[in-house]
């Protein structure tokens, strides 16, 4: 949740991270904690919980509806919010009985998002406005950034009371579309992308992935992720296409899970090698990459200004799809990939 809902295009600039594992004495009963529990064997993390349910602040929690955390008693302070994953959130198995693909973050960061959608809805229900941030890459010299972080309400906005459950419906109708659109649109590809992955694994080829973004990267190498991938990677511009002809050869591939940038020298620095690439940006390839045998673009379905719940009298939209979206299209790569 920490990578997720923090500094994002569209996330509360006032939020906080609450580092684990450390005393909550400082917690008292008008703070607010966002908790997510993903099922998976972290003791440290379920000590966590039992500190912050005997706090005395008010704890939302997102976990599967069958984590054990649910099922004792909760203390009135707890707020529980079911998501419908199964407990280890993984709806795979591979032939050798291992559970694979879990659905733990799009699901969870979705019922996080439209949880901030009905939070920004009650406070203008109180005619105050929760400052929201801008994507940093449409932010001209970071100038809103530098005035609104860390900012909890717009000193001086007050808008008109929104009802309930309309931000949420709203958010959620956007998620619904983007989805809709990739199973309508993306399908195929993604059949054509778990192809590649799996001739690039038979052939014993280097098969790179490179995670842009806040949550994406943390989420590589976490249980349930599939096994085919040699290197992850970070760089991107001129830095990625450069460590792309250093290291990369003819027959390998390489997973692109980028942001808003097309990033198509990175294609064309790998094409030219006879490396297959996989991209997923919210910016469609330019004409010569889309062209190229050797490029896949996936598109996400989710908008360069990331966050996508307008809030009329507001100057940015609020709640991003960008993570639920990405990992949904790699997941479902994965998915076919390792299908039987």
């Not at 038979?202 to 949550?215: D, Y």
Request: a neutral charge; one cysteine or more.
């Amino acid at each position: 949740m920490v990578a997720e809902l923090l500094g994002r295009a569209g996330g509360l600039c006032a939020a906080k991270p609450l580092a684990r594992n450390q005393p909550l004495s400082k917690l008292r009963s008008g703070d607010v904690v966002l908790y997510s529990d993903y099922g998976l064997p972290h003791r440290k993390a379920n000590r966590d919980w039992s500190d912050l349910c005997a706090s005395g602040a008010l704890v939302v929690a997102f976990a599967s509806a069958k984590n054990p955390i649910f099922e004792n008693p909760l203390p009135a302070n707890v707020r529980p919010i079911p998501v419908d994953i199964p407990c280890d959130s993984c709806l795979a198995e591979s032939a050798a009985g291992e559970r694979l693909i879990p659905t733990a973050t799009p699901a969870i960061a979705i019922a996080e998002w439209t949880f901030t959608a009905e939070l920004i809805g009650a406070c203008r229900r109180q005619n105050r406005q929760l400052a929201v941030y801008l994507s940093i890459f449409l932010d001209e010299g970071r100038r809103r950034l530098k005035r609104t972080v860390g900012l909890l309400f717009e000193p001086n906005l007050r808008p008109q009371a929104v009802a309930r459950e309309e931000y949420a419906g709203k958010f959620l109708a956007q998620v619904r579309n983007s989805l809709t659109a990739i199973r309508s649109n993306e399908v195929e590809k993604i059949r054509v992308a778990a192809g590649w992955l799996r001739e690039a694994s038979a052939s014993h080829h280097k098969i790179v992935r490179n995670f842009m973004g806040h949550l994406p990267p943390v989420e590589a190498g976490m249980p349930g992720d599939v096994g085919f991938f040699t290197t992850m990677v970070r760089p991107t511009g001129d830095e990625g296409a450069k460590w792309i002809r250093e290291n990369l050869h003819e027959g390998d591939l390489y997973l692109f899970l980028g942001y808003q940038q097309n990033e198509d020298a990175m294609a064309e620095a790998a094409n030219a090698l006879g490396v297959r690439t996989i991209f997923m940006t919210s910016q469609r390839p330019g004409a010569a990459a889309a062209a190229n045998p050797h490029h896949l673009y996936i598109d996400p379905h989710w908008p360069t200004t990331d966050a996508c719940l307008d809030l009329p009298g507001y100057d940015v939209k609020a709640c991003p799809l960008s993570c639920i979206m990405d990992l949904t299209c790699y997941y479902a790569i994965c998915g076919e990939a390792i299908r039987k």
